[in-house]
């Protein structure tokens, strides 16, 4: 009797740490949903937190383009994962505007993230091109607030 | 006979994925196995390849220290995974040609080849977050099992 209650239990475990595994490989390689809040990229998304489905493909494959939305981690806390625009890819030359002004030509492997709040944002120009091996994925379509519905663009 | 033989196939189907999920999920999250290829760590490693057990637990815990020998992504090639010792962290003060301090959220990667590695000497304090694994035990080649310390080895 307490052999069949421990063998159920053991399969009932079972069965749970196979579902939270395949969340978890399903989350770090196809697609996951994650709430990007702040400031930094109003007036596209509110301060208090839209949630966001992204796609990890394409930043895999190298896919990402200039103008693409992606989730990232930041350069200045690994803890931190930060929600930006992509302004440039490795080669272009971007022209910050700023206190210090300038042109900046982005290196191999970097990309140039911005966020679309122009005055509230901590971006590239503030800590430089990032590497892009710092992108998890491509934001690519808002499920909250009901009324943002749809696709990322 | 053939819904069972389906039923059969989808059965071992099952369990192949999820063996695969659940060896994914451990090596992203516990221990991988990984090769340190290239001349940039001799005379630690060999230029042709080690096989080393990395653990992730260290980086994922923020503990660090100087002296460990890491896996992290490439800052110049996001496609590519390096095999560098942690020779300052963030606060740190290194002395390369001039002193840099490292910024928060940084670290600074060199190879212990000083001649022949490319490093934190060309690409600058690297974010933490590219940061893998920390590398902790050698398994290939055979007469080099055995845990990887904090000190280079030295050339004999």
């Not at 209650?5 to 196979?18: E, K, P």
């Not at 989350?27 to 949903?33: A, W």
């Not at 679309?116 to 590497?131: A, L, M, T, W």
Request: net charge positive.
């Amino acid at each position: 009797m307490l052999w069949k209650s421990l063998s159920d239990v053991a399969g009932r475990g079972a069965a749970i740490v196979q579902c939270v595994c395949f969340m978890d490989v399903f989350s770090n390689h196809v697609l996951q949903i994650q709430q990007c809040i702040g400031p930094s990229m109003l007036p596209t998304f509110n301060i208090r937190g839209d949630i966001l489905v992204t796609e990890r493909l394409s930043v895999k494959l190298g896919k990402i383009r200039v103008g693409d939305v992606v989730m990232a981690r930041s350069p200045s806390d690994p803890r931190m994962v930060v929600c930006k625009r992509i302004l440039g890819l490795e080669g272009d030359t971007i022209t910050v505007v700023s206190d210090k002004g300038g042109s900046a030509k982005i290196p191999k492997g970097h990309v140039w993230l911005q966020g679309d709040n122009f005055h509230k944002s901590r971006d590239s120009r503030e800590y430089g091109p990032v590497p892009s091996a710092l992108l998890q994925g491509r934001v690519f379509y808002r499920i909250w607030p009901p009324q943002g519905w749809g696709f990322v663009g």
